[in-house]
């Protein structure tokens, strides 16, 4: 067995998000890809060019949307030295995320995919955050108890604004981010950063 692939002993910060009344244990991608640069990720691959095709809607199956789709391979040297690698595959339409996410169909797909190539080689638990579409009005983020508490202390103002583009963020997000970065910055700048 390789050491990437034991749950044990290995620290991955997961957060808790709440997607229509539901409460999932998630990681985030970069925390993820942190811990696979550690267990020997080499590169990845593009399996296919970045497909787009019409598939019906979910909320009016009369009507057709796009869903990028992308795979990819992720490499991986195990310990003897030898390649390994694993298919992922992502999608992503207007109906699986946020409209200024969708509108980048291909990267979200593509960080999808290299999501779930990097899940089965480090045998993850949980999914990745950057599946869910977390805008939804039923979507909230709740607490980061592992990863970094340092901002829990800090009030969240009766307006916040991202500290960054200084948008106006809701009272949910602006809490989020305070327990998360110790910082209000919005999910779009979050995202881009
Ligand atoms: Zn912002």
């Not at 995320?97 to 797909?109: D, E, L, T």
């Not at 999501?115 to 983020?141: K, Y």
């Amino acid at each position: 067995m390789e050491e990437r692939t034991r749950r044990e002993n290995r620290s991955l910060p997961s957060i808790q998000i709440r997607t229509r009344g539901q409460v999932q244990q998630v990681y985030r991608y970069r925390d993820v890809l942190n811990l696979a640069y550690q267990y020997g990720l080499v590169a990845f691959e593009q399996a296919a060019p970045i497909q787009v095709v019409m598939v019906p809607s979910q909320r009016d199956p009369e009507r057709m949307v796009p869903m990028f789709i992308s795979e990819v391979y992720a490499i991986f040297r195990n310990a003897d030295g030898s390649l390994v690698r694993f298919h992922g595959v992502g999608d992503c339409s207007y109906e699986n995320a946020q409209p200024n996410v969708a509108a980048a169909g291909p990267r979200m797909a593509h960080t999808r995919a290299k999501a779930r190539a990097l899940a089965d080689a480090l045998n993850l638990d949980a999914n990745l955050s950057e599946e869910f579409d977390l805008s939804d009005e039923g979507a909230t983020v709740a607490a980061d108890s592992v990863s970094r508490g340092s901002g829990a202390s800090k009030q969240v103002p009766a307006e916040p604004r991202c500290s960054r583009c200084g948008s106006p963020m809701s009272q949910r997000s602006a809490e989020y981010s305070m327990r998360i970065r110790g910082d209000l910055v919005c999910y779009r700048c979050a995202k881009g950063s």
